[in-house]
């Protein structure tokens, strides 16, 4: 199948600081990407959908000025975690959609684990 | 937008067919039906998906019902790497729920 890189794998940080997490479709272009989030023993959690040359759509409680993103190229995405807190750790996953496929398959990136300290 | 349910956790011995349902009542008549598996600690991987007729890949097997409003995945012979929640979705953008949590056991 098609391959998502998504990096760092996981990082460290301190609070107040800001952590980019960027997203690569590698062997195809993808205009829509997609951003999660999830808690331990729980389900991934939708944060926001990413288009390609225009400005992402978050869902609802999901603070647009804290989790900035950023659609720039057919292959990149990127989610900047801004004024990081503790409560702001949890493993964030993105996916982006082959657009040159068939029937809207997305594919998924190995995560990002965030702790905050 | 339709939405799906699943039991929260099955249990299969090695080697047997792992059979998960899937019920997707309001599927409307354009939707896919897609299937996804997570393994402890990483991001989650395509099975297989379907519209409206079977579908059978390396992976695994899909039967839908014919008024589509449910449908079953099948892991013909499940092996302990298959241990994952396993989920059904069939909304376009990909709203997951809380899956199946599948242990294959010895």
């Known amino acids: 199948g098609a391959v998502v890189s998504q990096h760092p794998s996981w990082v460290i940080c301190k609070s107040g600081t800001s952590v980019k997490i960027e997203c690569r479709s590698l062997?195809?272009?993808?205009?829509?990407m997609f951003w999660y989030r999830q808690f331990p023993k729980q389900s991934l959690m939708l944060m926001a959908t990413s288009n390609e040359g225009s400005k992402a759509t978050y869902e609802q409680g999901v603070e647009k000025d804290k989790f900035l993103i950023n659609h720039a190229s057919l292959t990149l995405s990127t989610l900047t975690v801004t004024s990081a807190h503790p409560e702001d750790s949890s493993f964030y996953i993105c996916?982006?959609?082959?657009?040159?496929?068939?029937?809207?398959?997305?594919?998924f990136g190995a995560g990002t684990r965030l702790s905050v300290l | 937008d339709a939405k799906t349910t699943q039991p929260p956790s099955m249990d299969c011995a090695e080697g047997r067919a792992a059979n998960l349902p899937c019920n997707h009542s309001?599927?409307?008549?354009?939707?896919?039906v897609y299937w996804y598996r997570q393994i402890h600690s990483q991001g989650p991987q395509y099975i297989i998906h379907g519209l409206k007729n079977n579908e059978t890949n390396e992976m695994a097997s899909l039967i839908i019902t014919e008024d589509r409003k449910s449908s079953t995945l099948i892991l013909p012979h499940a092996t302990l790497r298959d241990t994952a929640v396993y989920y059904c979705i069939v909304r376009g953008d990909m709203r997951f729920g809380a899956g199946t949590r599948l242990t294959v056991k010895p």
């Open positions: 062997d195809f272009q993808a205009t829509t």
């Open positions: 996916s982006a959609r082959d657009i040159g496929g068939s029937k809207n398959i997305q594919y």
């Open positions: 309001t599927i409307s008549g354009n939707e896919y």
